[in-house]
């Protein structure tokens, strides 16, 4: 059994049908303060000093506010959540919500008058000003609201955009803000979707998954997905970073731009955001509100158990860490004093607080510390007071969405027999409030659209939402007759950042020139050099003198600018570029996030780029592990270009006797992988080479017999003989099929195992499925995972899983049930009816039935210690729990904690019964028949990961797909009761509740 088998039922289930109340000898009394007046509300803020607060708006007015945005008018857009949590999920026939359109026509900071702009929605909780409507997030639709009498109240309506998924009411479509690349970005969340367009239905279906978006409303095909990781809200830095916000992880910057990431089809890439907080995730705040009644009743029955020896001191207090952090907002303004200007405040709900973090730049990235070592920029003694986002305004004031509800928690993360009376539904309230700088001077109202002289004056504003107003409109409305204008602004302001604003807008009305681009390029601002390389993208390919100027950067002191030079090498000709990215490779190929920039423009020059470095004594001779490391990614991404001729050149230069034999190693390994990715192996190098390359595979063949033996010495260093096993990959398969017996043999120590069957699946060698069935009696149920995996990666092996599962070497309880599944829909019918019959004489096909035969165990009395061993051998392999295990999904302990054995019994025993979208069980098919199953952890434009048991990864290049889908089925397997009976069932049981502290 996996962790899978809880985690992807129990993070759909997490806290289901099944409560405690039964249990509870008196209904639990968890009640709080009511709800104070907003002027009671006000007097239990401590605000930062220099600041000070005010109310802009209430109940009735507004109700379950979730974002906003203000249009050049100054006026106020506000959506109603009203139909918030919905049972944690976005789905269903729901339509109470709204769009309130606020105004505040007296000048006096309260939005005294309020008109329904647009009703019947679902879940808005994303909007943007766009000419005469709105651009609104309503999954799964994009849409656009109109109002085409000027009365303040949409009358027509238009999808732009469909297919955003629903799964989780925290994760759907949000965010939106106008980019420096003159499109509108925003949120997807963890939801994704796959999107299509609704003007446009010859546009290709864009598949999210995890990544963010931008488009432009008047381009009906325009959507292109971006660089995701955040949940909830999107902020900007002076030059264009942007930054979001998951929960208990309150700042990520995205990092890499996805965009780029594409253009090398043979990049595989991991994660493309960065958690920037050094105070990390789920950091202390500073609370000074009242811990809630039912806070204070989950912690003392944590206290109360065993579980208390083992938490951490963080769950063992009602709260005060970040666990909902939402709505990062850069405080770019010149009406916000030092300490505070450029400050990012986040919000923080569940701890009726607003949090602050300083950025400063770190490489390519940046580091967060905390603003005030013991105190948050807004805190409330007042539970009800919920800030769920946060706007900088025109004028400079900065104003605070608060949801106001006793509970905002979604009623998936409560127990059940406290969420049966906790107060979740709409309470009828809502606040907006406004903090105020001190000393911030009255603002000029803002120019109108048609007034592009007033526009263009507006990018030299020191405050950030006005700038990014008047570029948007400028570019909304064509301005084209601001050329002029803001060519001078481009070369003549005193601001770096309406320089910078200026080159934006003008390449966003498709004026920019040759001749503004190199003057930014030569400019004193890294943040306009920048973006001067950044727009030199469409220009590098055609004029020598831009060419040379953005090299030239290669030493520029701003890590940011250089990794952009990086990029930009990937717009011209491989001739062109590679000087260029070998000074970058030596003067910055430590840091991942250069090395990812170089490898993404190296699709067409890499070979030579590899050869040419590696032909340098002094990069052979190693020494620099990030250097090393970047020479194995490249040789990953290259060497399947290679012609034979320079494969040959490529081995015979790691032989070299100066070489150093670690990044020997480290060559060898990216050649294999190389191969892997593209659904071959090492093994077609020796298969058939032209004289040259068979000189050079000949010449290494001591080099793998020493591998080899290393790998097969008991005495020696784990690492050293996992080492020797990865270098085997590269090796022909005689090698690894002489030695592979003996390494997976019981006595081999599981690491060794594992590394085994890991080489063995590289081979297309129908010999690889009798070794490992050979082997099966005496695998571990670990180790049995891995071969599952390594058998069903080919299609010509799966006729050798039925094989052994006929003759009873294989038990049908050691597949996951998405697995099963798969052999149960096998094309050939023959193959087909095997798996039927097999399947009809060994398990059960009824789970309910097997749920029910199972029932006695909540009769009996279990023995928790014997309990730890049957989850040690059977769902430790996946289930991080007690310390014990590996972490695949969701936080086991979390999703048990409330659970009665019930609910445990079936969770286990029928796991696919409900499976949190979030953790379907996805099985990816390659052009070459190669098939990979896993949770879906991370992808970027041109790959996708897959995570399985033991924490493994699976990385698979997009353009070697030939099929992804989801299973809608658990991780889990089906079929547990062959392997644990009642009594140890009663054991396990006994072990979760115990640990769990139930």
């Not at 504003?461 to 700038?467: E, I, M």
């Not at 094989?803 to 019918?829: C, F, Y």
């Amino acid at each position: 059994m996996k962790l899978t088998i809880f985690i992807l039922s129990f993070g759909t289930l997490i806290f289901g049908a099944l409560g405690l109340m039964g249990q509870n000898a008196k209904p639990l009394d968890l009640s709080n303060p009511g709800a104070l007046t907003p002027a009671e509300e006000k007097k239990t803020f401590k605000l930062a000093s220099g600041f000070k607060i005010d109310l802009a708006a209430s109940e009735p007015t507004i109700i379950d506010p979730v974002a906003l945005a203000e249009d050049e008018q100054g006026r106020l857009f506000v959506t109603e959540m009203i139909g918030y949590p919905n049972g944690g999920v976005g789905t269903g026939d729901v339509s109470s919500g709204r769009i309130k359109l606020l105004e505040d026509k007296d000048k006096d900071g309260f939005y005294e008058t309020s008109t329904i702009f647009a009703e019947s929605l679902r879940f808005p909780i994303g909007l943007f000003p766009w000419k005469k409507g709105l651009i609104v997030a309503n999954a799964p639709d994009l849409i656009y609201l109109e109002d085409t009498n000027n009365d303040g109240k949409a009358d027509t309506s238009k999808v732009l955009f469909t297919g955003f998924h629903t799964y989780n009411i925290q994760q759907m479509l949000n965010s939106f803000r106008w980019g420096l690349d003159n499109q509108i970005h925003a949120v997807a969340g963890s939801n994704g979707g796959t999107i299509t367009s609704k003007e446009n239905p010859k546009m290709a279906p864009v598949e999210l998954r995890g990544r963010g978006i931008r488009f432009r409303p008047d381009i009906p095909d325009s959507l292109d997905p971006v660089t995701g990781g955040g949940q909830y809200g999107l902020t900007m830095d002076s030059f264009g970073a942007l930054f979001s916000s998951t929960n208990s992880q309150h700042l990520r910057h995205m990092v890499l731009p996805d965009d780029q990431i594409r253009r090398n089809p043979y990049l595989a890439v991991g994660s493309m955001a960065l958690d920037i907080p050094e105070h990390g995730a789920s950091c202390k705040v500073f609370r000074i509100s009242p811990f809630e009644a039912w806070r204070v009743e989950r912690t003392s029955r944590r206290k109360s158990s065993e579980l208390a020896k083992r938490l951490p001191a963080t769950e063992l207090v009602p709260g005060g860490y970040s666990t909902s952090s939402c709505s990062p907002l850069l405080l770019d303004s010149d009406s916000v004093q030092a300490p505070y200007r450029d400050s990012i405040i986040i919000c923080e709900p569940a701890n009726n607080a607003i949090m602050r973090d300083v950025l400063e730049p770190k490489g390519v990235t940046f580091i967060s510390r905390r603003g005030d070592p013991e105190k948050e920029f807004l805190a409330s003694t007042d539970n009800w007071f919920r800030p769920v986002h946060l706007n900088l305004c025109l004028d400079g004031s900065i104003l605070v969405l608060d949801f106001y509800r006793e509970v905002i928690e979604t009623p998936l993360s409560l127990p059940e027999d406290m969420k049966a009376v906790l107060p979740l539904k709409t309470q009828g309230k809502g606040r907006i409030w406004r903090i105020i700088p001190d000393g911030m001077k009255k603002a000029q109202p803002f120019p109108e659209a048609s007034n592009f002289i007033g526009l263009v004056a507006e990018l030299e504003s020191g405050n950030q939402t006005r700038r990014m107003m008047a570029q948007k409109l400028l570019v909304e409305r064509n301005q084209v007759g601001a050329e002029d204008l803001l060519i001078n602004l481009a070369q003549k302001s005193l601001s770096p950042q309406a320089r910078m604003h200026a080159l934006c807008t003008l390449d966003g009305l498709k004026l920019l020139q040759e001749k503004q681009v190199a003057h930014a390029l030569a400019d004193s601002s890294p943040g306009v050099r920048l973006h001067a390389v950044r727009l030199s993208n469409k220009l590098i390919s055609q004029s020598d003198t831009v060419l040379k100027s953005v090299s030239n950067l290669v030493g520029d002191q701003d890590a940011r600018v250089r990794c952009q030079v990086a990029f930009a090498m990937g717009n011209v000709g491989p001739d062109k570029c590679k000087d260029t990215l070998i000074k970058l490779v030596k003067s910055d190929g430590e840091d991942r996030w250069m090395q990812t920039a170089i490898l993404s423009s190296s699709a067409q020059v890499g070979g030579k780029l590899l050869l040419e470095l590696l032909d340098d004594d002094s990069i052979g001779a190693g020494g620099n592990t990030g250097r090393e490391a970047f020479l194995s990614r490249l040789s990953a991404v290259s060497s399947t270009r290679l012609e034979n001729a320079e494969m040959a050149k490529l081995l015979m230069l790691v032989q070299r006797p100066s070489f150093k034999p670690t990044l020997r190693a480290a060559i060898l390994e990216g050649i294999a992988q190389s191969q892997v990715a593209i659904g071959n192996s090492a093994e077609d190098l020796w298969e058939k080479p032209d004289d040259q390359l068979k000189k050079a595979l000949d010449s290494l063949m001591p080099l793998f017999d020493n591998a080899a033996n290393t790998a097969r010495l008991s005495n020696a260093p784990i690492a050293s003989r996992l080492s020797a096993l990865r270098l085997l990959a590269m090796g022909p398969f005689s090698v690894i099929s002489q030695l592979a017996p003996e390494l997976l043999q019981a006595q081999t120590p599981p690491a060794i195992q594992t590394a085994t069957l890991q080489v063995l699946s590289a081979y297309k060698k129908t010999e690889v499925s009798k070794i490992i069935l050979n082997a099966w009696p005496s695998f571990s149920p670990s180790l049995r995972r891995e071969a599952v995996e390594t058998l069903f990666s080919r299609k010509d092996r799966i006729e050798a899983i039925i094989d052994g599962m006929e003759k009873g070497i294989i038990q049908p309880s050691h597949l996951e049930a998405s697995r099963i599944e798969q052999l149960k829909k096998l094309n050939q019918v023959s193959l087909q009816q095997k798996v039927i019959a097999i399947l009809a004489k060994t398990t059960s096909t009824n789970r309910k039935q097997v749920v029910d035969s199972y029932t006695k165990v909540l009769e009996m009395k279990g023995d928790h210690i014997k309990g730890k061993e049957v989850f040690r051998k059977n769902c430790a392999t996946c289930h991080k729990f007690d310390d014990m295990g590996y972490q695949v999904g969701p936080d086991l302990l979390a999703a048990i904690r409330g659970k009665n054995p019930e609910y445990l019994l079936i969770a286990i025993l029928d796991p696919s019964r409900e499976v949190d979208p979030r953790y379907v069980n996805y099985t990816i098919e390659t052009k070459q028949g190669r098939i990979f199953s896993g949770l879906l952890a991370s992808e970027s434009g041109t790959s996708v990961n897959l995570k399985r048991g033991e924490n493994a990864e699976d990385t698979i290049l997009r353009n070697q797909i030939e099929s992804i889908q989801a299973t809608a089925k658990s991780l889990m397997p089906e079929g547990l009761e062959m392997q644990v009976k009642p009594e140890d069932m009663a054991n396990l049981i006994a072990y979760l509740l115990q640990v769990s502290g139930m």
